[in-house]
């Protein structure tokens, strides 16, 4: 987040009088993004893309082969970490987000759980916020070039608007 932060402010000094700064992230990205941009308000809108770190006591129960896979590892042996993870869940963090946001969840995914996915779009507090469903999320399947390009041809409307 904090990097986030700085490539925010690196864009500003490098770019003065930039008139708008968006952001786009997609699975580690987009739950960073979603942890992140509540508190910057330098940022006028946002788009997600399969965000990962959402509703941990969830993410932990749900096998996947992403990193929640080590996080629930790690959360058997020292349950007290649930309640650290707490402070660092998209999820919750979403609900703070005051700018419009877009966020793509995908019906499956094998690496970042499609539950946590769809916590982070629901709890999104945002009085603009735009959805679309990938069929999968990291993996390629037929289709899926068609697919990216209406959610691109979405993001593009949407940060336009």
């Known amino acids: 987040m904090a990097d986030l932060w700085c490539a925010v402010t690196a864009l500003g000094l490098l770019v003065p009088g930039l008139a708008r700064i968006d ?3 997609t699975s580690f990205g987009g739950g960073i993004g979603a942890l992140a941009i509540p508190w910057d308000d330098r940022l006028a809108a946002a788009c997600l893309v399969v965000p990962s770190f959402g509703n941990h006591p969830l993410r932990i129960t749900v096998p996947n ?3 929640g896979a080590a996080v629930s590892r790690y959360v058997q042996q020292h349950p007290e970490t649930l309640e650290v993870l707490r402070w660092y869940d998209a ?3 979403a609900g703070f987000a005051p700018l419009p946001v877009h966020v793509a969840v995908a019906r ?8 946590g996915q769809l916590s982070i779009a629901d709890a999104l507090a945002g009085s603009r916020i735009g959805r679309f469903v990938l069929s999968y999320g990291h993996r390629d399947y037929p289709g899926r070039g068609q697919e990216l390009a209406e959610l691109w041809e979405a993001q593009r409307r949407f940060l336009g608007s």
Do not use: Q
């Open 23 to 25: 952001y786009l992230g």
């Open 108 to 115: 499956e995914d094998a690496v970042v759980p499609a539950a």
């Open 65 to 67: 082969t992403g990193s």
């Open 91 to 93: 999820a919750t963090a």
